[in-house]
């Protein structure tokens, strides 16, 4: 599916396969718009450039953009966290109990 995202670095609106987080051209972050992928190719020239201008002010950009609730459940954000330190469990015994004798039986 087509989204309409916005790279305030290049000032330019794209049309995204999927959710992305960066801009294919500078690699900045960039902003999911609200608008669909219909209502944007239906715009005439004028209504585009208008648009693109909303955008490059911060407050209507505000408006204009979304957040894609469902991000913690894509592929990029599963692999943005494994490749995040790990927590590290430490477990030690309690001095209240005593070790159990492990036995290995061959058969």
């Not at 049309?15 to 500078?26: A, D, T």
């Not at 954000?77 to 309690?94: A, D």
Request: positive net charge; aromatic residues 14%; proline residues 4%.
């Amino acid at each position: 599916m087509m989204y309409m995202h916005y790279c305030k670095s290049c000032q330019r609106v794209y049309m995204l396969n999927g959710h992305k987080q960066r801009c294919p051209k500078c690699h900045k972050g960039i902003q999911e718009l609200k608008i669909s992928y219909m209502d944007y190719v239906t715009m005439n020239q004028e209504a585009r450039q208008q648009f693109c201008s909303s955008c490059a002010d911060d407050e209507q950009l505000q408006m204009l953009s979304t957040t894609y609730r469902m991000y913690k459940y894509s592929k990029w954000y599963k692999e943005l966290q494994s490749q995040m330190t790990q927590t590290t469990f430490f477990t030690y015994p309690r001095p209240d109990k005593t070790p159990q004798d492990k036995k290995i039986t061959l058969v």
